[in-house]
């Protein structure tokens, strides 16, 4: 009987999903959820065939021609800019990726996050666990409102536009976006959505989102030039990645009070937290858990394993972000 196909499974994921994987192939799983430096995923990586990763795992040239056996690389998260796809692509090895699953997941936590800054719901939490809370003033804790306010989205994706929905038709905003590409008339009529150059979507937001990917291009997209355009009155949240705020301008401006507040999921260097917005109490931090309920974790554990098995088993994956390998490269291997 030909050999199984040998993966691994980079961190600790649903067993059952592991499970799925064994009665297809030889599975090196990680249950004790041990992050690998570079050497060592490159080691678990040998005589791997495909591999199950998460944000964590950067798949670069080194790693690739350390193991030119590899085929597939099935990343658990919409975002794969842990991936160098160029290099994945020259080798012919098929990148995927866990879209759509994830949508309406991350739209409802970066509203809760972008509504939690500007209503100060984390900061006044805080104020009231450490017992400060001793009588009632007309100005406590007031923030700025949500609903008919000025929503802007940087980066008009299927994220983006998911939370401009819930701006538009839940809560009676108008929405602004800048994006690479313009919507179609048909996608911007239903919430009313105006396309605008970047200056008008900082000096008009209300409530910026900030969901564009991470690359070279984007790092820094929101520093200290673009937030001294912003409403003192304004908000900031980062649903996307970390690096695409410059941290420690951030913290500045809400130090200052050049902007109101912020909520940020995802950080420069995460999970490590620059120090300076760890005594902001202005600004509403989370460790990186847009996509966590247990049904779209599920759902992107599921999907990246789906595109492990079809891209090993001579099927079509469901999400390749590289598609032309199916064309001319490694794959199928049967
Ligand atoms: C993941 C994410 O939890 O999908 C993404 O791009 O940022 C998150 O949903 C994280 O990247 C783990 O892979």
């Not at 970066?110 to 009632?136: N, Q």
């Not at 839940?170 to 919430?191: C, D, W």
């Not at 005594?279 to 974790?297: C, D, E, G, K, N």
Request: with cysteine; aromatic share 6%; proline share 5%.
């Amino acid at each position: 009987m030909a050999r199984l196909p040998s993966v691994l499974v980079a961190r600790a994921v649903f067993p059952e999903v592991v499970q799925r994987l064994r009665r297809l192939f030889e599975v090196e799983d990680n249950p004790a959820d041990r992050i690998f430096a570079k050497a060592e995923l490159i080691a678990h990586l040998a005589g791997k065939a495909g591999a199950f990763t998460t944000g964590s795992e950067r798949i670069d040239a080194e790693v690739l021609d350390a193991n030119p056996q590899l085929r597939v690389v099935a990343n658990m998260a919409v975002g794969y800019n842990n991936f160098d796809i160029a290099a994945c692509t020259a080798r012919g090895v098929l990148a995927t990726n866990t879209p759509d699953v994830l949508t309406e997941t991350t739209a409802d936590f970066g509203f809760a996050l972008m509504m939690a800054a500007a209503r100060r719901v984390a900061e006044s939490e805080h104020f009231l666990r450490r017992g400060e809370w001793t009588r009632w003033a007309y100005d406590m804790f007031t923030g700025s409102d949500v609903h008919g306010a000025t929503l802007g989205i940087l980066g008009m994706g299927r994220i983006g536009q998911a939370i401009a929905r819930r701006g538009a038709l839940g809560f009676g905003m108008k929405v602004i976006y800048h994006n690479r590409s313009r919507l179609t008339s048909e996608q911007e009529a239903p919430i009313g959505a105006r396309y605008v150059d970047k200056l008008t979507l900082l000096r008009q937001a209300d409530h910026l989102v900030l969901v564009l990917p991470y690359s070279a291009a984007s790092h820094h997209t929101i520093g200290t030039a673009e937030l001294a355009q912003m409403k003192p009155s304004a908000t900031l949240t980062n649903v996307a990645r970390g690096g695409i705020v410059d941290d420690a301008a951030l913290a500045a401006a809400l130090r200052e009070r050049r902007i109101a507040a912020a909520a940020l999921d995802v950080f420069e260097g995460e999970p490590k937290v620059h120090p300076d917005l760890l005594t902001v109490p202005s600004v509403v931090l989370t460790p990186h858990i847009a996509s966590a309920t247990v049904a779209t974790r599920r759902a992107m554990a599921d999907l990246a394993a789906d595109n492990l098995i079809a891209a090993l088993t001579g099927g079509q994956p469901p999400t390749p972000v590289n598609p032309e390998v199916l064309a001319g490269g490694r794959l199928p291997v049967r």
